[in-house]
């Protein structure tokens, strides 16, 4: 199987966002959960998205497992890598974007990369490098408090830079309007000066277009699902892939079996979704406090699903509002309260899938990989789209048999995401 994309993606609900916008333009994929085993056949695909948890590892532990998947999708034939991010560029100081974007442009003989977390689709533009979410700056907008990598500054440049070895450009709008000539013209320029990445702005999907042309010209290039579009739509326009219908006639199958969701994420557009699921489903509301203090929670939320279960879809949700997360991180430690929560989810999610559930909804980046971790389960088939940025996922080679997940990031999705879900999942 040679492919003419990779991707290695930072967590598994953005590694299933950039695997939709590919097979929406045009790139029949697969998402892998870290790097397969040689055992595992995979279909005949045109890209492949490896998921990792690296977003907020140590960076050191970042590099290692980013080049690791470099290595890997090279041998299938890569010639370009994106490196996926989250659209609001959750990171700290010390990385990890800017250690990991280093370590891959290293591995593949150094030059300039291209980076832009811009996805219009979704809100997110970038302009004189500063990143907009629904038309606010990134650090006035409700995204900035992520519980693990808060962003509160919207100049990506400087965000970029604190956390990069090399210099940090600039490509504007101005430049990237002009087209491709004039792009790269000024990516030329920079590498003159030594600048080893640059932010790119994007506000419409034209410019994404426009760098994803020139980003395939490179080997390296880091960005959200945005810049996914624009690569898939240059390989199919260049003719490299056919264009066809990319959705993988399997991955709509129904499958048997019960549904839940699982919900961790404690951002504003979940915590809604949970009150208008209420309206129409049991919803268990966990105590965060007491996930931390033992196991009887989660002893407690698996009997209470075992009761309801058969009956039809439940939701067991760990989702606090902030000011909850924020007394527990006081209190435990930010990673140490993360942690527990996420532990806790996904052995829920293991026992109710022990109790024959096969459409699964998991809600939170965070909780999403834990649960697919402790799930085992080894890649995905890419499934129509519910919502922007979230597809409906086959599992392949999964021990328990055929299932459908959704792995939603916290902020994606309508209000009634929950049961748009299970509805699409037969």
């Not at 410019?207 to 290039?221: F, Y």
């Not at 945005?226 to 898939?232: D, I, R, T, V």
């Not at 399997?250 to 949970?274: E, F, Y």
């Amino acid at each position: 199987m040679a492919i003419l994309l990779g991707s290695i993606a930072d967590d598994y609900t953005g590694a299933s966002d950039l695997a939709n916008t590919l097979t929406k333009n045009g790139l029949r994929t697969v998402q892998t959960v870290g790097i397969p085993d040689p055992s595992l056949a995979l279909p005949d695909v045109d890209a492949v998205v490896v998921s990792l948890k690296i977003r907020s590892v140590p960076a050191a532990d970042a590099v290692t497992a980013a080049t690791a998947a470099e290595r890997w999708l090279r041998r299938r034939g890569a010639a370009h890598v994106l490196y996926k991010v989250c659209s609001t560029f959750d990171s700290t100081d010390s990385g990890n974007i800017g250690p990991v974007t280093e370590a891959l442009s290293d591995a593949a003989g150094g030059g300039l990369v291209l980076v832009t977390p811009a996805f219009p689709e979704t809100g997110r533009t970038v302009y004189l490098g500063h990143l907009f979410v629904g038309g606010q700056p990134l650090n006035e907008s409700p995204l900035k408090d992520h519980p693990l990598n808060p962003m509160h500054d919207a100049n990506l440049v400087r965000v970029m830079a604190r956390q990069s070895r090399g210099a940090v450009g600039l490509i504007d709008l101005p430049a990237i309007a002009a087209g491709p000539d004039t792009l790269r013209a000024r990516l030329e320029a920079l590498r003159e000066a030594g600048v080893g990445s640059a932010i790119a702005d994007a506000i419409f999907e034209r410019d994404l277009e426009t760098l994803g042309a020139i980003a395939l010209e490179t080997p390296v290039s880091t960005g959200a699902s945005g810049l996914g579009l624009g690569l898939a739509r240059a390989l199919v326009r260049s003719g490299r892939a056919p264009a066809s219908d990319a959705t993988t006639a399997n991955a709509i199958c129904p499958v048997g079996g019960l549904s839940a969701v699982v919900a961790g994420s404690c951002s504003k557009a979940t915590l809604h979704q949970l009150d208008v699921a209420e309206r129409s489903m049991p919803v268990l509301r966990l105590d965060p406090e007491r996930l931390l203090a033992g196991p009887d929670e989660i002893a407690a939320a698996i009997s209470w699903a075992g009761d309801r279960i058969s009956a039809g879809p439940i939701v067991v949700a760990a989702s606090a509002a902030p000011e909850i997360v924020s007394r527990l991180q006081s209190l435990y430690g930010r990673e140490a309260s993360g942690h527990a929560i996420e532990s806790a989810t996904s052995v829920i999610a293991a026992e109710l899938v022990a109790r024959g559930v096969r459409r699964l909804v998991i809600a939170g980046g965070e909780t999403s990989g834990a649960a697919v971790d402790r799930l085992a389960i080894p890649a995905f088939l890419i499934g129509p789209e519910i919502a922007p940025g979230v597809p409906v996922l086959r599992t392949v080679g999964n021990t328990q048999g055929d299932m459908l997940l959704a792995l939603k990031s916290g902020n994606f999705g309508g209000e009634d995401f929950f049961t748009a879900a299970l509805a699409m999942m037969h």
